[in-house]
């Protein structure tokens, strides 16, 4: 969702692996199912995190923010993918705009390490499955990344 285009939606206690104790809809249940339980901040630190990084990752880079249905068709072209149960896509950099580099976003739903082919070389790794935020966490010099099982990568133009 925060990698997205349009409003980003994150239900109540989401960052936290909040849970309704098995009751997908809970609307008419009592406070002890609907309430929000704090102390899970603390037991999922890691995930708040990520959610975090991700979240200053959409609010940092214009890529995740563009204005129109028109600029999005321009802009974001889906790369190849090779198997099923993965999705990639390319938002290239703004006309006019040198400080809105290319960024490849990558999930990789399947029980393998997947090898995916970049559009160019010299990429910055921004988000990987365990970490997320406007850091580089590391540099991929190819035209070519590995991403490990049920996770996302998300890339910038060195």
Not at 20 to 49: C, F, M, P, T
Not at 61 to 73: C, G, L, Q, T, Y
Request: proline fraction near 4%; include cysteine.
């Amino acid at each position: 969702v925060l990698t997205s285009q349009g409003i980003s939606f994150l239900h109540a206690g989401e960052e936290m692996a909040r849970t309704k104790k098995g009751h997908e809809n809970s609307y008419n249940l009592s406070d002890s199912i609907n309430a929000i339980d704090w102390r899970r901040k603390v037991k999922q630190a890691g995930l708040v995190a990520y959610y975090r990084g991700l979240i200053a990752l959409r609010k940092a880079v214009p890529a995740f923010r563009m204005k129109s249905a028109e600029e999005i068709r321009r802009r974001l072209v889906f790369l190849p993918m090779p198997a099923a149960g993965m999705a990639g896509y390319c938002v290239k950099g703004a006309e006019g705009n040198p400080k809105a580099k290319p960024v490849v976003v990558v999930f990789n739903a399947t029980a393998e390490r997947q090898d995916v082919k970049l559009p160019e070389s010299g990429w910055r790794v921004l988000v990987d499955g365990a970490n997320a935020g406007v850091k580089c966490l590391r540099r991929i010099q190819g035209n070519a990344c590995a991403v490990e099982p049920r996770s996302a990568l998300v890339l910038a133009k060195a």
